[in-house]
């Protein structure tokens, strides 16, 4: 079974507007990455954080982590059309682990 | 640097035939994943391979189905007996054992059972 479920499962905003998207996971973890997949494609990997860092930033992204609540958000700041992809937030347990536990994805959409 | 490389792209086989596909991950890799996605899901674990050990698998991962990864390189995955079920992204993804965890993937393989 997937470990994390993102919030909302579907999203549509206008371009250059900021999208944010949630993921809530079950068990403590060792960091928890967010990957971005284009309709029909694999996946890459955008950003990684760990269980004792608290918020992080790649260019347009910004990573949040709260391990008392067990949850993420990742925001896209001034959007753009490149950006419509689903999103998936995937943890991995603890730092010996094998594999990364993938969530159920925010589909995304920008509105030219 | 060629990233994580999946043969074919695509495959359309009947109910009962046997598949295999490949997967050729990053050169000094020596992680290498399989997951299936079906549509508006997210992967799901399969098998994983350091080096040339197996050393998970997943439940999902029916008897029907076999993975090898000879010589610690290229990896296969060979679905038997294929049932419609079977359809699904088969996704291969590679990675450092010393990384942190973040995995690289191959663009998949759509396989399509009739």
């Known amino acids: 079974s997937q470990q994390g479920e993102e919030d909302p499962q579907a999203l549509s905003i206008q371009e250059g507007e900021n999208a944010t998207m949630n993921c809530s996971y079950k068990?403590?973890?060792?960091?928890l990455q967010w990957y971005r997949q284009n309709s029909g494609r694999g996946l890459v990997h955008l950003i990684l954080i760990r269980s004792n860092e608290r918020e992080k930033h790649s260019g347009r992204l910004r990573v949040t982590l709260d391990t008392s609540k067990k949850s993420s958000s990742l925001l896209i700041t001034a959007s753009r059309a490149a950006d419509t992809a689903s999103y998936f937030c995937a943890t991995l347990r603890y730092s010996s682990a094998s594999k990364i536990i993938f969530g159920s994805g925010t589909r995304l959409s920008i509105r030219p | 640097d060629t990233g994580v490389s999946q043969d074919p792209r695509h495959k359309i086989t009947k109910r009962g035939q046997n598949v295999t596909f490949r997967c050729d991950p990053i050169?000094?890799?020596?992680?290498l994943y399989w997951y299936r996605q079906t549509l508006g899901q997210g992967p799901e674990f399969l098998t994983y391979?350091?080096?040339?050990?197996?050393?998970?698998k997943s439940r999902l991962l029916s008897d029907r189905f076999s993975a090898e990864r000879p010589k610690g390189s290229f990896s296969t995955l060979e679905i038997q007996r294929t049932e419609q079920g079977d359809s699904a992204m088969y996704l291969c993804?590679?990675?450092?054992?010393?990384?942190?965890?973040?995995?690289?993937f191959g663009p998949g393989t759509r396989l399509t059972v009739t």
């Open positions: 068990t403590s973890i060792n960091n």
């Open positions: 050169s000094e890799h020596n992680r």
């Open positions: 391979f350091q080096n040339e050990a197996q050393l998970e």
């Open positions: 993804a590679s990675s450092l054992a010393s990384g942190g965890g973040e995995q690289y």
